[in-house]
């Protein structure tokens, strides 16, 4: 599985890692994902989302019905 958020949409971003001596390699900087499990009382069933950490906060702010309505909405399944 990919690195991304399916609320947020986040994905790896890339850039250079930077030695002492100042050569440069580059490098991959992933977004904090995290697989958690939400109860969608609308539907009756559990759904497991792989959602970063601004995800996370997000889901708490706005709760996970509109959440997963977002996330249908910018087109994938749940």
């Not at 069933?45 to 977002?70: C, F, M, N, P, Q």
Request: hydrophobic share 35%.
């Amino acid at each position: 599985m990919s690195a991304h958020c399916q609320l947020t949409g986040r994905k790896p971003s890339f850039g250079n890692a930077i030695s002492y001596s100042h050569r440069r390699t580059r490098r991959r900087f992933d977004p904090n994902i995290q697989r958690k499990r939400y109860w969608l009382p609308g539907e009756g069933r559990y759904v497991r989302l792989a959602l970063s950490a601004k995800g996370l906060k997000t889901v708490d702010a706005i709760g996970i019905e509109a959440a997963v309505a977002r996330i249908r909405a910018r087109g994938e399944k749940v």
